[in-house]
């Protein structure tokens, strides 16, 4: 459907091996939402039109039950990332299959992250500003696990652009230095991309683009993946695409590893003292 409003678009495809199952799905707070359904509730506060899940089709049915306690079957649609192999290709692979499915800007969020409260409503502010590709970004330091390392979008900024951004696999801060896997160390003010972009419709003809592209040179590669912060930076280095900045405070948390959820669940539980409703009202 064409929108002007934008929909919300939650990644929640990944096979959870360092978390050691489907973490997309791990209860929160006193009704058991997934994590993922508290930025559901901040998107129709913020009056987003409706939300994408695009998953895998073994979660379609848990996903789909939980969702319809609150919210509409108008208002949610559950797009599944078909395999060819049991291993997921990626980030943008997943996100290429809402192209039939949305005409209209959306945001994009991990399910498995929580990005603070006003991140939907920040994103009606940037499309009231005319502006409909952006990165919402974090400061790396607290981003990071105490259990492990962690995949970060390592972001440059020019003229309040990405100019460039990085999608380096293994960060984590070890003897009170960020490091990655090639011993390179990071300020924990570093901007950082956590997979919240902004984006629009046209967005999607050149993602499908790039990833047949990929799907061609890689058909038989059990392990390949391609991911959007890779795609999204060469789309930019080729000046197809412009990515303004929006700098997000350090709300995030998140569920990398197993031993990461009773600090998440925690939070969430503060959460509902504070901003969120034990019980979630209707989206109608």
């Not at 129709?44 to 039950?65: C, S, Y």
């Not at 003010?189 to 972009?197: Q, R, Y």
Request: hydrophobic share 45%; proline share 5%; glycine share 6%.
């Amino acid at each position: 459907m064409e929108s002007t409003k934008p929909a919300l678009v939650i990644l929640a495809a990944g096979l959870g091996s360092r978390f050691g199952g489907a973490k997309q799905i791990a209860p929160f707070g006193m009704q058991g939402h997934f994590l993922f359904e508290y930025a559901c509730l901040d998107a129709m506060r913020a009056g987003f039109e409706k939300v994408l899940v695009i998953t895998k089709k073994e979660l379609v049915t848990i996903i789909d039950e939980q969702l319809q306690k609150w919210i509409h079957p108008s208002r949610f649609q559950i797009v599944i990332q078909e395999q060819t192999r049991d291993k997921p290709w990626g980030t943008a692979h997943a996100l290429h299959f809402i192209k039939d499915h949305w005409k209209g800007p959306f945001l994009i969020l991990n399910a498995d992250d929580y990005y603070g409260s006003t991140i939907c409503q920040r994103t009606i502010d940037l499309l009231n500003n005319g502006i409909d590709s952006a990165a919402l970004v974090y400061e790396l330091g607290p981003t990071l696990s105490a259990n492990g390392s962690v995949a970060r979008g390592i972001c440059t900024i020019a003229d309040g652009e990405i100019s460039q951004i990085e999608e380096v696999l293994q960060i984590e801060r070890i003897a009170g230095l960020i490091t990655d896997e090639f011993q390179r160390t990071y300020a924990s003010n570093t901007p950082v991309s956590m997979n919240a972009w902004l984006l629009n419709a046209s967005f999607l003809l050149l993602l499908e683009e790039k990833v047949n592209q990929f799907l061609e040179v890689h058909a038989q590669d059990p392990k390949a993946e391609i991911y959007l912060p890779r795609v999204i930076n060469e789309l930019i280095l080729a000046k197809e695409l412009k990515v303004a900045i929006a700098t997000m405070p350090s709300e995030w948390f998140g569920i990398t590893y197993a031993a990461d959820l009773p600090h998440a669940q925690s939070q969430i539980s503060y959460l509902e003292q504070q901003i969120y409703p034990t019980v979630f009202p209707l989206w109608t």
